[in-house]
């Protein structure tokens, strides 16, 4: 470790000094010729990956006088592998303290990830600045904790406007909307369930979360050390509503947003909003999505849908399925809603059989979790700090997300071949995705098409789920399904798991006028399926400035939505206080 | 601190050793001969301080054989003052692993304290050991997580009985419970109340904890970085709304228990319940009260008080207080309420005067913080686990208390020197207790008699509140009070800050045999004002077997019963699963 320290200082004084010469030429000779430089609100008030030399050239041109970072130090020296030495440090710029975390090969820098973590004097009311509740101090006139808070609500909104309003409360909105409680910035959440937990409790029964549990901690508020590994969907909903009422958060629930105009001049939004019946309008400075992007269920149109005389819905409007003792079920997808709906109606007794058009990325959970074993705090010995652990998975660019992946994955496939043959032999169809990088590279970009095995994969291997792959169905009868290779299957229910359609609600809201200018939301450019490109470097218009000032989106599964709710609470902290900013590379 | 290691590991070797050949002069001879030995259920299975060296030699030649305590070794060596050498020990008996906490002087132990930490076999299912939730292995017939905890929350107490109830869906109620849950321990929480929150939520509009955040973390889910250091009193109504379905707890509210009979030849209690009106016989074999044990409003009989013709009632009856403009409110009693009460009356408008018959413990909270300053997780530099600051809390014999406390409380006296001559002069009477022990030494056995300044004490000094003192009310008239000095004070409103009476709530449920025969609850028979003798060494009743088998008591400020909950709920697992035992000192 000392020998990374010595690496890494000797490095870190070069370009700290080259930096504060402002000698751009002396930072690029510090750098792998191709070498990255993610920022992450640092220096370019955006997300931003700089590939190579000339990119960084670029950014440091436009950015690093206004930025003038400086007090850089190493926070803390990281495993070395394979002749990389790895360090967290920190520095702060003009108007903030940042982290960064750093690789370095041969004396340069491979890749280097800058990130803000705190505005200089607007720093959240948490720990050692938490507020102090009972008055040290009473006043004459002095309201309660409660009739502060019940005023409050009662006037945000309506007497007064929030600074920022949020569009769902889910994991996304609240999580967001609890980061900006801390930074003081006055947030109404407005969301059309009448519990922010309504949208988990309303899925399919064998919903749980597929990430394990310490992953998936929210802002603030980590889970028990007694929560499940993987959740159920009902206890996420309890969860939820349990976060919202600790984190004391302005929600609307039972109200929709149904349109929006941006008054330039003023700059700020004019939101029509419907609240139990009610119109008001709302006009917040900042405006924020943070539904669920895949939110309009998918069901393809197939000839004879309408004459089919059992059950058909799609997967978002399964409920229950008790008594389907004996029922002949097709299950149309075999994503990861495909494989949940599939096992639980065999659980209830169901024949099923799985229709599988093309391949899906399978990996076995107890196989796919050391890739996030940094997040692991139930692991015998000493733990990374989650924060920690978060700034290490957003320290790998895009662009080399599957690089890392390789040998993981290489690993997987392994240890696993007797589980992938078995699949192979069932009929199911699997790979690795379009660019060998499983389902890290993928999942992030495209939540369909994959399925983290908590069990499903079993049933197939065993044949008691059924699988029909390389078809799809072409027709539908009175009580059967014909698939593309001429075969006939008897159906008594049809369940469509064919995924989602992304971001209706944004078009419930925006005008098209504001949906054009923004361009393509999610995904980095990297041209495989449902992501296209051009190559863009970082998640499009997620968690950063779009071409529409004040409009935001915030998104994400739960540890992105940790990691990048704060920095979007930042990117709004900064405007609310007017910080003078420009943003780099919003073309 | 390797000096301290050096010593402690001699020291712990020969008391190994001694131990482990029972022989009992040998352990006697590794201890002061006035030395201490607080048993916490590892060796007793009871709260039990021997203190000297006949009281361990009893205790151990009782115990030693059965408890066979070996594995000792060193967790944590502490700082050594005065001579002192301090350190955490582990060790294992034959059904549990334990800790200890031990000091040294000149090579022989002044106080020992060793506690359970968990049953062998039946750990609590947290952490590594968390349930998965999701299944990795399905089956026909499952339920989900929601109908499984569906079905048996409506059979518990119906069709199966649990094998404890706890009485009381407070703070003590569900952090027991939690406890339990982790356990595997089947336990229902009853309580009259509509939510477990409403207990808090009826008090008055000032009130707030006066213990700071970081002390009051219940079990396992501690408070998070944003709450407030000291919480207001709807709050904590909210977080114990949001514990109780985080840790789905099973509890029955608008549940009241109105009688009670202990089967002997079952072993297991028959409680007569209602709820919501309808009559059940609950048969649990353990049951525990876990309602404040000071739980009925006392107010002084005082002559014309009938005749009154402003308003009058107890505090625990104040709720609102908004509109009292110019009001002449009379406060009697000047412990934390009657602070509390007329700050809020003040602060509402109205004229207060305070009426202090006797001296009251006053400590600026400021000033008291750094005696539990182990606990603060808030403070910059290296942080001591809740669970060993816990220990380290629980270590000190209660005979020592206000002779560890002396230092702090003389520290005290001099820095706020200024503050107690201002109360002086303000008319106000203040003492450090009986045993000049301050708070600490009196706080945890009688909670009258003293104020934690969040304020009020600013108004007093100010003059704002006016302070009659060293007088009592001898008779009240239509529009004002009359003091024992002969003095008339013109009164629109009479609050009576005057305390409760102790564990109304046992009389409504247990026979008088049975609360005779286990006799005084709480206190460690100090001999001082509200814990009358003979000295008992530990709190009496509380945490611990009482006479009456099969029932228990739970009780004490935030932090006392995150650490007493483990215990208490580890007496009763042990019951739960049968495991052979004697309770030692339950004479």
Request: glycine share 10%; charged share 20%.
């Amino acid at each position: 470790m000392n020998l990374t320290v010595r690496v890494v200082d000797e490095w870190m004084a070069a370009f700290d000094a080259a930096l504060d010469h402002r000698d751009i030429d002396q930072v690029l000779d510090l750098f792998e010729p191709e070498g990255f430089w993610r920022d992450l609100a640092a220096f370019t008030w955006n997300f931003h990956t700089a590939e190579g030399r000339v990119a960084i050239r670029a950014m440091l041109a436009d950015c690093l006088d206004a930025t003038a970072p400086n007090s850089w130090a190493v926070s803390q020296a990281l495993e070395t592998s394979n002749g990389v030495y790895q360090a967290v440090l920190t520095f702060e710029t003009k108007v903030a303290r940042c982290s960064a975390v750093l690789r370095l090969r041969d004396g340069r820098c491979w890749t280097l990830m800058t990130a803000m973590s705190e505005l200089k004097g607007f720093e959240e009311t948490v720990g050692a600045r938490r507020p102090n509740g009972a008055p040290l101090r009473y006043e004459q006139g002095r309201r309660n904790w409660k009739s502060g808070r019940d005023r409050e609500k009662a006037q945000l909104g309506i007497s007064t406007q929030p600074y920022c309003v949020i569009i769902g409360a889910g994991q996304a909105g609240l999580s967001l909307g609890a980061r900006l409680k801390q930074l003081n910035v006055p947030t109404l959440i407005i969301d059309k369930v009448d519990r922010p937990s309504d949208t988990w409790r309303q899925r399919y029964a064998a919903l749980s979360l597929h990430s394990p549990v310490w992953y998936d901690h929210m802002p603030y508020l980590p889970f028990p050390e007694t929560w499940p590994r993987f959740a159920s969907k009902d206890q996420i909903a309890d969860w939820l509503d349990a976060y919202a009422t600790i984190m004391d958060l302005g929600i609307w629930t039972g109200a929709q947003c149904i349109g929006s105009h941006y008054d330039e001049a003023a700059g700020e939004w004019r939101l029509s909003v419907t609240r139990e019946g009610r119109p008001f309008e709302l006009r917040p400075k900042q405006l924020v999505f943070a539904g669920g992007f895949w939110d309009a269920p998918s069901t393809p149109q197939i000839k004879g849908q309408d004459r089919f005389q059992g059950r058909q819905f799609h997967v978002a409007n399964l409920k229950d399925v008790d008594s389907c003792n004996g029922l002949r079920s097709i299950v149309i997808g075999a994503g990861t809603s495909g494989h949940d709906v599939s096992a639980q109606l065999w659980e209830a007794g169901s024949e099923v059989t799985m229709i599988q058009r093309s391949p899906t990325i399978v990996m076995r959970m107890d196989s796919i979790l050391p890739g996030v074993e940094i997040f692991n705090t139930d692991a015998p010995g000493p733990k990374l700090p989650t924060e920690l652990a978060d700034l290490l998975a957003a320290s790998i660019p895009n662009r080399l997300m599957a690089q890392f992946q390789a040998p993981f994955v290489a690993a997987i496939k392994a240890k696993d071949e007797a589980f992938y043959e078995d699949l192979h032999k069932a009929g199911f169809l699997y790979d690795f995705g379009d660019d060998g990088g499983g389902f890290f590279a993928r999942g992030t970009q495209d939540p369909s098409g994959f399925y983290l095995d908590v069990g499903t994969s079993e049933l197939i291997i065993d044949g008691r789920i059924a699988v029909r792959s390389g078809v799809s169905v072409d027709a539908i009868r009175e009580r059967s399904v014909i698939l593309s290779d001429g075969g006939e299957l008897p159906a008594d229910l049809i369940v469509y798991a064919t995924g989602y359609r992304k971001l209706a609600a944004l078009s419930n809201v925006l005008s098209d006028d504001i949906i054009c200018k923004i361009g393509p939301v999610g995904g980095v450019g990297s041209g495989i399926r449902g992501d296209q490109g051009p190559w863009a470097g970082e998640n499009r218009n997620i968690w950063k400035p779009t071409k529409q000032p004040g409009l935001w989106l915030h998104n994400g599964n739960f540890g992105l939505m940790r990691f990048f709710s704060r920095l979007l609470a930042l990117q709004i902290k900064a405007r609310h206080v007017e910080l003078p900013m420009r943003v780099y590379g919003l073309s």
